[in-house]
């Protein structure tokens, strides 16, 4: 089987590492490529070749950059299904979740079409007698993205449209689960014509984002994945001088009032614990009640039942596996732990089995009930398709119980009533919160905000705020005196 190969200054070349991983199609376990673990010496190459593009590539007038953007934009419609596929046979999601990110993909690269007119500066005429001031901004130079496994599509694309367009070159990290997806979409980026270096993909895993981390080159690194990795990246990114937004994990609480519409509440619910397998970090993960329960309760329960799980690419699967056997281990271990700690297992969907992927990671949609607060599985990231279900006594407790969780990506409420919704916007502790909404997830015209230890800089992806961080701010003070303008 081909190992992956990495494209750096617009060539496809071989790794210096020749230790390879297996990919695999986790609903079947079937080996698909082998990728690179990655050197230190690839990185050095990409950095260079970046840094060799940099000083052309800022000169190209920001409208005249966008071209390319524009021409992304239809290549990626083009491929959407072709993509999509990819993404299902390595990521192990549905087809329709593959396409659903493919197109916020696609709108972050709509959005940033409008780079000429978002990175303009400011002007502040006659500050003294004949004295300007204006601010102007300038791209930062090398940048590279680290990313996750859960998102192979759409998460480098929360970052790399802003880069180009601002006018900085760039080095994409995929992660060593889901490398497939960007090489296919590297490949359809050669259509491009980009000049060579602009981007280049480094395959790879530690050695590879230590090599990101410490080149001297490289100023701006965006980071996605668990806390604890984030963290490291960030502090590392801070001690060798770079600018660093790391995007960590989540745990993210749903509140449910006894005003809320049930039907609508427990579907939107459903899609958001269960969506992507649980693999999102915007997924909810435990719902809390207050009040009257038990109808919301049989309906989820009801819900979780009838949700059907197999693979991506059959049409009938609304859920696909977890992303690795380990995976699968560790949360039927938190599950099992759960019922130790005094959870009730309203449903189980431990050793799962699914007709003709038999060997596949699945878990099937699993709901805990009362879940000590303080428990394990009640504080931990799960990851997978398994909901807590915990009943508390009112809204203060419960945003109490938000606000003292280490994360802070998403909270949502489900209510009926406009006091209580913006009680809970204004007093909950989560950089993303959705109002009778289950995936707070914001369009590509807004930051991704996640606060606390799941997000680690202080300029988000998306929008505005990734202009900012892709430039640096230069301020001008001049001075033309009147009596000095010529005569002829
Ligand atoms: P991960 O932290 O294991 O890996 C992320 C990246 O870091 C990968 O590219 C990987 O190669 C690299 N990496 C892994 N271990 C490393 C190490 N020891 N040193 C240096 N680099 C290392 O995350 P994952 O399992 O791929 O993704 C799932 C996590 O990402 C979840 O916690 C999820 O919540 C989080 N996530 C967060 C967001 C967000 O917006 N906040 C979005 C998507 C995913």
Request: with cysteine; charged share 20%; glycine share 8%.
């Amino acid at each position: 089987m081909a190992k992956l190969s990495n494209y750096i200054n617009g060539q496809w070349v071989n790794s210096y590492s020749d230790e390879t991983l297996d990919v695999k199609n986790p609903a079947s376990q079937e080996v698909i490529a082998k990728v690179p673990q990655g050197s230190v010496q690839d990185v050095q190459k990409a950095a260079e070749a970046a840094a060799k593009a940099f000083p052309e590539w800022r000169n190209v007038p920001a409208h005249r950059r966008v071209q390319y953007l524009f021409k992304l934009k239809t290549l990626l419609e083009d491929n959407i299904d072709d993509i999509s596929r990819t993404i299902v046979l390595e990521s192990g999601k549905t087809f329709g979740e593959a396409k659903a990110e493919m197109q916020r993909a696609i709108e972050n690269v709509e959005n940033a079409c409008g780079i000429p007119t978002m990175m303009q500066g400011t002007f502040s005429e006659d500050i003294a007698r004949g004295v300007d001031e204006f601010m102007i901004r300038q791209p930062v130079g090398v940048c590279a993205c680290i990313a996750p496994f859960n998102f192979p599509g759409m998460i480098p694309f929360w970052f790399l449209p802003y880069a180009l367009a601002c006018g900085n070159t760039y080095i994409i990290k995929p992660s060593e689960k889901v490398p497939l997806t960007m090489t296919k979409v590297v490949q359809l980026m050669e259509q491009l014509d980009l000049p060579a270096g602009v981007v280049n993909l480094v395959n790879g895993t530690k050695e590879v984002v230590d090599g990101i981390l410490q080149h001297p080159a490289i100023r701006a690194i965006s980071f996605v994945g668990s806390s604890n990795i984030a963290r490291y990246v960030y502090s590392q990114g801070a001690l060798y001088g770079k600018r660093v937004q790391a995007q960590g994990g989540a745990k993210n609480p749903v509140l449910v009032l006894p005003d809320a519409d049930i039907e609508m509440t427990s579907q939107i619910i459903t899609d958001s614990v269960y969506g992507c397998a649980g693999q999102r970090c915007l997924a909810a993960s435990t719902i809390i009640t207050v009040g009257e329960h038990k109808q919301i309760t049989e309906s989820l329960v009801e819900a979780a039942k009838n949700r059907t799980t197999g693979f991506g690419l059959d049409e009938a699967s609304l859920m696909g596996p977890v992303i690795t056997p380990e995976s699968k281990n560790r949360v039927e271990q938190l599950i099992q732990q759960s019922v130790k700690d005094g959870g009730k297992l309203l449903v189980d969907g431990s050793n799962a089995k699914v007709s003709g992927y038999e060997s596949g990671n699945f878990i099937l949609p699993t709901i805990i009930e009362d879940t000590p607060l303080d428990s394990l599985v009640t504080q931990t990231e799960i990851f997978g398709p398994v909901m807590s279900l915990i009943h508390l006594k009112d809204v203060d407790e419960a945003i109490n119980f938000i606000n003292n969780g280490p994360y802070g990506n998403a909270a949502c409420i489900f209510t009926s009533s406009g006091a209580s919704a913006r009680k809970f916007r204004h007093d909950a502790d989560a950089g993303n919160i959705g109002i009778n909404i289950g995936v707070a997830a914001p369009m590509a015209q807004f930051p991704f905000s996640g606060w606390k230890d799941s997000f680690f800089g202080d300029l988000h992806g998306q929008g505005m705020h990734s202009v900012e961080f892709f430039t640096q701010t230069k301020v001008v003070i001049e001075r033309w005196l009147k009596e000095w303008t010529r005569k002829f």
